[in-house]
């Protein structure tokens, strides 16, 4: 059998291709469509998010606001503006680390970096990561070489140094301080003061106010400037003594009450010895907690005169 082939007419077969590429452009231009409508709702939205967020950041209305950053998405969460009023709400709740968190994930582009690196280096000066504060100010130097805080970042650095007890690398950043502007006077004079105050810092030994207080109980304790303790401890030692003494002789050495008073005063008195060496090391922590709060204050005040 022959099999016959009908041919389809060039003109019919044009017209259904004509059809595919009709189909196929509507079929792009709808998708088109929907994703510009969708994009730019989506656009409108975050706008109106940052906004309200500036709305209860001006407002200290922290709470509010960290709820509605949870709910936000995770493009708004990445916005530079948003990571700012973030950063600064944690910073007011003296929530440090999540404020340097915030604060170091905005970019040298944004109109709040330079505020936002300072402020993040405050952050991790307070938390005692030094190492971190100076770092980021570091890197701040090599990416804004042109800018005009010079000085301040003189004084932040002097502070660090401090801080690490570095009193040379100290020494080099003070002696770019110009001691003209007042916001700047008072923060260097302070650190200058502290630097001299470490400088002269007599350290106590634990050998001697121990040897102090077994010769005489409480001395060791006067040794360290705690005077009223020492005087407690001389008394209370003293006086158990005494009550010991009496009994011993008028109801002699093996008397109940010649060694309950005894045994008292010995623990009391081993109990002063060592608490003068105690001492010692709660001198030196208070003397440098003192220092530390100084210095933090005199790098912290420019800071917050500057940028607020």
């Excluded at 009709?22 to 079929?27: E, G, P, R």
């Excluded at 330079?114 to 307070?126: G, N, R």
């Excluded at 502070?159 to 916001?183: P, S, T, V």
Aim: charged letters at 20%.
């Amino acid at each position: 059998m022959t099999t016959k082939c009908t041919k389809i007419p060039a003109g019919i077969h044009l017209e259904t291709n004509d059809k595919r590429q009709v189909k196929f452009f509507c079929t792009v231009l709808f998708f088109w469509w929907i994703s510009a409508t969708c994009f730019s709702q989506t656009t409108e939205n975050t706008g109106q998010d940052i906004d309200f967020a500036f709305y209860l950041f001006e407002g200290r209305k922290y709470d509010e606001l960290f709820l509605l950053f949870n709910k936000t998405s995770s493009i708004i969460q990445q916005n530079d503006s948003v990571n700012y009023i973030l950063g600064m709400s944690y910073y007011y709740q003296k929530d440090l680390e999540k404020s340097a968190y915030h604060l170091n994930k905005i970019s040298n582009l944004s109109a709040f970096y330079d505020k936002s690196i300072f402020f993040s280096a405050l952050d991790y000066a307070h938390l005692g990561e030094y190492s971190k504060a100076q770092m980021i100010l570091e890197k701040y130097t090599t990416t804004k070489l042109q800018n005009n805080y010079n000085e301040l970042l003189s004084v932040q650095f002097a502070g660090l140094a401090l801080l690490k007890r570095d009193f040379e690398l100290f020494d080099h950043h003070a002696a770019n301080f110009k001691f003209e502007q007042y916001y700047y006077i008072n923060s260097e004079n302070q650190l200058i003061n502290v630097r001299h105050t470490l400088g002269n810092f007599k350290q106590k030994s634990t050998f001697v106010a121990g040897l102090l207080s077994t010769v005489v109980p409480g001395a060791g304790k006067i040794y360290t400037g705690q005077i009223g303790e020492g005087v407690a401890s001389f008394l209370t030692v003293g006086g158990l003594a005494a009550i010991t003494a009496e009994n011993w002789v008028k109801k002699g050495l093996s008397n109940w009450r010649t060694i309950t008073f005894g045994t008292i005063c010995s623990i009391f008195y081993i109990g002063n010895i060592y608490g003068s060496t105690i001492s010692v090391k709660v001198y030196r922590n208070q003397f440098h907690d003192k220092q530390n709060n100084t210095i933090l204050l005199g790098i912290h005040l420019p800071v917050r005169v500057l940028f607020e």
